[in-house]
């Protein structure tokens, strides 16, 4: 079934592409000037985003800021086949349906964010908002030649605005509802002939999307602001050095638990109504509410700085590069299991903080028909975390005892993480022929984690020292052929290994979990017409996934993460864009991604539960279940999008750019068990802006509009702990924003 599962995908490759000189001939009377390039560093070789075999996006500044690109799950209306849902201040991005599926402290995402190419270790510290950025490089695949441990489903690098030569900057203010005011501006030019300079920083507050009705304070609200300088050293025609320092702060009522309902426990049997508590749908009748009614407020308290610098050499034919950076990074967040007005056990805090220091060497060389990059990194971290549920009220929840006469106790996981990473990487491509290159390359990885750490849980005098240490070795070859078709199309056929590092999470009884490993095999082609516009790229993947780390809360109510034993996914991707006029320009995606559990055996928390699906038994353990055969969590099966934007020119007075896009998402589930109270059905998300430009192009005003069918939908759930009777609480997306923005730039 799988092999012609691929044949149908190669063949609808070659259907898309077939068409193409026959197409090509009709429209050659067609032409459009100024070709705009554009530039990827995130493949570390600083290519054209046409000549670059691979799955890639590249979202431009210009979409960048209110009514755009705001938050790493903005992202997800604009790339194909990738998907965010923050999950109680924590990114959790998945790209072909491989992601962030841990719920503990110390696991790492399968996305790798950037910042100028240098690792944001943290998923936490990826949330902060994207201001002054002259664009986004997405990367789609495993990257395991470059990027080596963390990038099993792809990469996500942030590029920073440089300073310039010349005096420049901008200001924007933007008012929107929920009492929306964001402020945003940069300056930046030369001090002399060889130092520039850049500051730009960014404020945001908005009031909450809901109210908790408990305590009367907002639900997901956002206070932060941000601040960033950059230095860039020309210290001559073949040296640069480019000095990048920021810094964020939150404090607001951010990333609540919000109720989802029961489970497989009716909800007078949850723990806060049995000791007298309300849901909050004793409060509303409306089972899409973004109120809570919880006597926890959700706390959101972090800050993050970084220091990074890029020294880049350029003797001759050779470039090496040299990139630097320090982060640190502390979040608290408060949270309320139990989502009930009353001390239920369920006060929830995490505590995080992180030390992370990383260094990349690369260095790229030509000569006649062959060319070279190779390089080494190195990856540090100290992490130290602590989370601890106030277990308050237990003997009298638990056990039916009067206050105070069982003591109230705590569920305590707290230690540190220390990881040591080294990667050395090479890649070679020999130009066979002007029209045929074949790549291949490799990576070697070496990882060594400890933990130090206990566990309690007081109420059943547990303490547990979690004392443990591990490392991991890796080989990640890559092999690629390209071949040009002709000066417009480009075809590709590739293999890639992944690997995503081992995990020793904080103060945990969890065994140590094992890497995972994925091998990736692609073809494709990308199609630039200069002569019409006309962008089409296209991709046919399969991948075999092995050792996946899933995380979930086990019959002892305790958080683990397991190695799913494999899987495979297989898909098609078609992204294109087409100037049908001078003024209207058309961009569309579409998406088919087939992800499945191909043996999988794990506890079931509605085993022998007649309202809910049952699988049979596994056949090494009958106490538990096997999964095989379900779609994996996170991954939309079909997802669709289509971009229009028509710019109106008005005389003398300007132009108007009038924009709307919209996007479907197919349903997801969010966990292995394919169950609908841990379920997204597929919605559609529209987006619409109208912007004015005099002709003096000195500033612009826009009214802007997401998701403006005001969609309800679930961002992410799980299935609490069995102490909490199987309640299930979650995240969801912003509702409907409007707003308006004024824009000036000198």
């Known amino acids: 079934m799988i092999k012609q599962n691929k044949i149908a995908a190669a063949v609808a490759i070659g259907i898309a592409v077939l068409p193409y000189q026959s197409w090509a001939q009709e429209n050659a009377d067609k032409s459009v000037d100024d070709v705009e390039v554009i530039i990827v560093q995130a493949t570390r070789k600083s290519a054209a985003l046409e000549d670059i075999a691979g799955s890639l996006n590249v979202v431009s500044g210009k979409d960048i800021g209110p009514g755009g690109i705001q938050t790493s799950s903005d992202l997800a209306i604009e790339i194909p086949n990738f998907s965010v849902g923050e999950q109680f201040g924590v990114n959790r991005a998945f790209m072909r349906g491989i992601g962030f599926n841990s719920i503990d402290l110390g696991a790492d995402g399968a996305v790798a964010f950037l910042q100028n190419g240098s690792v944001i270790t943290r998923p936490a510290a990826q949330l902060a908002g994207f201001y002054d950025l002259s664009q986004v490089e997405v990367l789609r695949g495993p990257q395991g030649t470059l990027y080596g441990r963390g990038a099993t489903g792809g990469v996500v690098n942030m590029v920073t605005t440089r300073p310039s030569s010349d005096l420049e900057g901008y200001s924007r203010i933007t008012y929107g509802n929920y009492n929306t005011a964001n402020l945003e501006g940069a300056i930046g030019g030369p001090i002399n002939d060889k130092l520039m300079y850049r500051v730009a920083g960014e404020y945001e507050s908005r009031d909450g999307y809901g ?82 009614n919880s006597d926890q407020d959700a706390i959101n308290d972090r ?76 990856v540090y971290e100290e992490l130290d975390g602590e989370v601890l549920v106030l277990l308050n009220n237990i003997g009298t929840i638990i056990f039916g ?107 945990s009884v969890n065994p140590i979990i094992e890497p995972e490993f994925i091998w990736s095999y692609e073809t494709g082609f990308k199609l630039h017409d200069k002569e019409t516009g006309l962008i089409l790229n296209g991709a046919a993947f399969f991948y075999d996934y092995t050792d996946l780390q899933v995380g979930f809360v086990n019959a002892e109510s305790l958080v683990e993460t397991i190695n799913a034993a494999s899987a495979e996914i297989w898909g098609i991707e078609l992204d294109a864009s ?132 005001d969609e309800y939908v679930v961002a992410n759930n799980i299935t609490a702990a069995p102490l909490y009777s199987f309640s299930r609480v979650g995240s969801l997306r912003p509702p409907r924003t409007f707003g308006v923005t004024l824009d000036m730039n000198f």
Not at 326 to 332: K, N, S, T, V
Not at 622 to 650: H, R, V
Not at 676 to 703: C, H
């Open 211 to 292: 109210t908790n009705r408990a305590t009367g304070n907002p639900v997901d609200d956002r206070k932060a602001y941000a601040i960033r300088g950059s230095l860039l050293y020309d210290v001559s025609d073949d040296l640069e050095v480019l000095l990048v320092g920021d810094f964020f702060r939150e404090d607001d009522f951010n990333y609540a638990f919000h109720d989802l309902g029961p489970s497989i426990i009716e909800k007078e049997l949850l723990p806060g109504p049995v000791f007298g508590g309300q849901t909050i749908y004793d409060l509303t009748d409306n089972p899409e509410t973004r109120d809570i």
């Open 303 to 378: 800050r993050g700085v970084g220091l990074q610098s890029v020294i880049t050499w350029r003797p001759g034919e050779l470039k090496v590069e040299s990139t630097t950076s320090y982060r640190q990074f502390e979040r608290f967040n408060r949270n309320d299991l139990d989502v009930t007005d009353v001390d239920a056990f369920g006060q929830n805090n995490y505590t995080e903080n992180s030390q992370a220091f990383t260094q990349d060497l690369t260095l790229s060389y030509s000569v006649d028909e062959w060319s070279f990059l190779g390089g080494a990194s190195y």
């Open 401 to 507: 005892e009067p206050p105070g006469v069982i003591p109230d106790g705590i569920f305590r996981q707290k230690g540190s993480i220390t990881t040591d990473a080294v990667g050395l990487f090479f890649e070679t491509t020999y130009e066979v022929s002007p029209e045929f290159r074949l790549t291949a390359g490799g990576r070697y990885n070496h990882e060594k984690r400890e933990g130090k750490g206990d566990f309690t849980f007081s109420p059943f005098g547990v303490f547990v020292e979690t004392d443990k240490a591990e490392s991991w070795n890796a080989f990640t070859p890559k092999f690629m052929m390209e071949y040009d078709f002709s000066d417009d199309l480009m075809l590709y056929a590739g293999i890639t290994k992944g690997f995503k590092s081992g995990v020793i999470n904080v103060g």
């Open 578 to 709: 087409f100037p049908v006029t001078e003024n209207l320009s058309v961009r569309a995606f579409a998406t088919y991604l087939n992800t499945e559990f191909t043996d999988f055996c794990n506890g079931y928390y509605a085993a022998g539960v007649p309202s809910k699906r049952q699988f049979v038994t596994c056949p090494t353990d009958p106490t538990i279940s096997d999964l095989s055969g379900n779609q994996m969590p996170n991954a939309p099966e079909y997802t669709l999008a289509i971009f229009a934007d028509y710019y109106l020119t008005l005389g003398n007075s300007g132009e108007m750019d009038f924009s709307i896009g919209a996007n479907y998402q197919d349903d997801v589930y969010f966990t292995e068990f394919n169950n609908s109270d841990a379920y997204q059905e597929g919605f559609i998300n529209i987006n619409a802006s109208m912007k004015f430009t005099p002709a003096s192009d000195r500033w612009s005003f826009s009214l802007w509009a997401r998701n403006l069918t």
